[in-house]
T-cell receptor, first 115, second 111 residues
Framework: DSGVTQTPKHLITATGQRVTLRCSPR?????VYWYQQSLDQGLQFLIH???????AKGNILERFSAQQFPDLHSELNLSSLELGDSALYFC??????????????FGNGTRLTVT | QKEVEQDPGPLSVPEGAIVSLNCTYS??????FMWYRQYSRKGPELLMY????GNKEDGRFTAQVDKSSKYISLFIRDSQPSDSATYLC???????????FGQGTRLTINP
């Protein structure tokens, strides 16, 4: 168990809808990362928060947004959902901002299916 | 060209064999290298973490980094059926905000 908790485990929703994915990092970790994993794209970096502040954006669509709250949990909001948004969404946490002595630890993901 | 290249396999070997998994990268600024193991329907699990050229051993696993060739490897000795999973290499630049992953190699160890 990595200590990173993601809810829900599964989500099935229709096109055009909005969903919220939740992540609780490991105790003591200040950084939260969101990744999307699909069969053809592998693990793609979406966004990184450190202690409540956005630090970096990757290939995140404008329809997607995230935030990290004062208690350090994070939420990823996906809106106007399309079939192509169906994927596994992973949250990872680390003590600092990645790199030396700060590897990422992943949760078990939320499987999103858009029908 | 992708920043990190990893042969997606699939790779199938008999139990007890030595497995070699490899990644190449193009950006010489990558400084820290990781190997993750991902079982079906689970999140990636950190296996090995290294930041210098050379070998690092942990039980049956050895991570090797050759920065001059931009090449990293993971060796699994005495492979077990429980090692069957997808193995992902990942790397990061000091101070950068994102871990860059390879495509992952799907490995099956046959009893």
């Amino acid at each position: 168990d990595s200590g990173v908790t993601q809810t829900p485990k599964h989500l099935i929703t229709a096109t055009g809808q909005r969903v919220t994915l939740r992540c609780s990092p490991r105790s003591g970790d200040l950084s939260v990362y969101w990744y999307q994993q699909s069969l053809d794209q592998g693990l793609q970096f979406l966004i990184h928060y450190y202690n409540g502040e956005e630090r970096a954006k990757g290939n995140i669509l404008e329809r997607f947004s995230a935030q990290q709250f004062p208690d350090l949990h994070s939420e990823l909001n996906l809106s106007s959902l399309e079939l192509g948004d169906s994927a596994l969404y992973f949250c990872a946490s680390s003590v600092a901002t990645g790199g030396r002595n700060s590897p990422l630890h992943f949760g078990n993901g939320t499987r999103l299916t858009v029908t | 060209q992708k920043e990190v290249e990893q042969d997606p396999g699939p790779l199938s070997v008999p139990e007890g064999a030595i497995v070699s998994l490899n990644c190449t990268y193009s950006n010489s600024a990558f400084q820290y290298f990781m190997w993750y193991r991902q079982y079906s329907r689970k999140g990636p699990e950190l296996l090995m973490y290294t930041y210098s050229s050379g070998n690092k051993e942990d039980g049956r696993f050895t991570a090797q980094v050759d920065k001059s060739s931009k090449y990293i490897s993971l060796f699994i000795r005495d492979s077990q059926p429980s090692d069957s999973a997808t193995y992902l290499c990942a790397m990061i630049i000091q101070g950068a905000q994102k871990l860059v992953f390879g495509q992952g190699t799907r490995l099956t160890i046959n009893p």
